[in-house]
Antibody, heavy 122, light 108 residues
Framework: QVQLVHSGAEVKKPGASVEVSCRAS????????IHWVRQARGQGLEWIGW????????ECAQNFQARVTMRRDTSTSTVYMQLARLTSDDTAVYYC???????????????WGQGSLVTVSS | SYVLTQPPSVSVAPGTTARITCGGS??????VHWYQQKPGQAPVLVIS???DRSSGIPERISGSNSGITATLTISRVEAGDEADYYC???????????FGGGTKLTVL
């Protein structure tokens, strides 16, 4: 079965960077895009971007373009999302998620990881 | 950038019908997906491509999309339907995913 397993919770100081990882299993890693979505406590879902694990190509929401780097490691079926210059507004649960049965970023998102809590605090 | 607008909250009595709307420019020409999220859990895809129910989703949950509004309809609402619901589209102009702000469904 499809599984997306996140790295653990992180506590960072303002101005620092954080890297969250998501290890995929149960399917061919390079066949499906991965999205990153975050959710602050009590707030809605905010899309961060997608990465194509096959090519390494990625695309980010405008709000994140200057601060987010996404990469993948095909040898371990893991995707990474690094967010730089953290502020308290970045405190949130960060999810990786995979589209359903079709292999483009535009497909509905059927599989979600458990999320990684990132806390930014001085 | 494309914007989806949802009411922050909808409240209904058990056994009645809840309708959660998602507004956007010419949304009827886009594929709309709906997610249900309960506290402490990841979102679950309930409706894709406007009206296709995911496996295991009861028939009393349905979707429609036309013009400037997509609607998630939950008939014979139960206490277990209480959750946050999000609509989502793909913006082909930017190759970006767009989520609505979410609607909290309260069962009175």
């Amino acid at each position: 079965q499809v599984q997306l397993v996140h790295s653990g919770a992180e506590v960072k100081k303002p101005g620092a960077s954080v890297e969250v990882s998501c290890r995929a299993s149960g399917y061919t890693f390079t066949d499906y895009f991965i999205h990153w979505v975050r959710q602050a406590r009590g707030q809605g879902l905010e899309w961060i971007g997608w990465i194509n694990p096959d090519t390494g190509d990625s695309e980010c929401a405008q709000n994140f373009q200057a601060r987010v780097t996404m990469r993948r490691d095909t040898s371990t079926s893991t995707v990474y999302m690094q967010l730089a210059r953290l502020t308290s507004d970045d405190t949130a649960v960060y999810y990786c998620a995979r589209p359903s049965y079709c292999s483009t970023a535009s497909c509905p998102i059927a599989y979600w990881g458990q999320g990684s809590l990132v806390t930014v605090s001085s | 950038s494309y914007v989806l607008t949802q009411p922050p909250s909808v409240s209904v009595a058990p056994g009645t019908t809840a309708r959660i709307t998602c507004g956007g420019s010419k949304i009827g020409s886009k594929n709309v997906h709906w997610y249900q999220q309960k506290p402490g859990q990841a979102p679950v895809l309930v409706i894709s491509y406007d009206a296709d129910r995911s496996s295991g989703i009861p028939e009393r949950i349905s979707g429609s999309n036309s013009g400037i509004t997509a609607t998630l309809t939950i008939s014979r609402v139960e206490a277990g339907d209480e959750a946050d619901y999000y609509c989502q589209v793909w913006d082909s102009n930017s190759d970006h995913v767009v989520f609505g702000g979410g609607t909290k469904l309260t069962v009175l």
